[in-house]
């Protein structure tokens, strides 16, 4: 599984209501793309929002990665939402949960996929 960590800080006077469409074109995508598990995401005090995505290999983050529409709303994001963002994609080499009453054990991907989708997704 392939972990990737995406922070963002909006750009002050950023259109939201231009940001929040482009978030929705950008699910409709990535959620039916091959490989894609779930997406996360939230907001901290001073404004920063991270997010947590998960794919399950290196080809499927890329392909979204790559993705022609996604390329655009990247170049969007760099010059219309955000004052600043960060990314790390990381490879998962060992997880586990534990559930009370069940002790722990291997986590299968369809644990994440609980829940509605977060915004944004840019």
């Not at 978030?23 to 997406?39: A, C, E, H, L, T």
């Not at 404004?47 to 979204?64: H, K, P, T």
């Not at 534990?98 to 054990?105: E, K, T």
């Amino acid at each position: 599984m392939i972990v990737v960590l995406f922070s963002v800080m909006p750009r002050e006077g950023a259109d939201a209501a231009e940001e929040e469409a482009a978030s929705d074109r950008m699910w409709k995508i990535v959620s039916s793309m091959p490989g894609f598990i779930s997406y996360k995401s939230y907001a901290a005090d001073d404004g920063e929002r991270i997010s947590v995505v998960r794919f399950e290999s290196r080809e499927a983050l890329d392909a979204w990665r790559n993705q022609p529409e996604h390329r655009i709303v990247q170049e969007q994001a760099r010059t219309s939402f955000y004052q600043e963002y960060w990314v790390q994609a990381s490879e998962t080499f060992r997880q586990y949960r534990f559930v009370q009453g069940q002790g722990y054990g291997a986590i299968p991907a369809e644990v994440f996929l609980k829940g509605a989708r977060p915004h944004p997704v840019t």
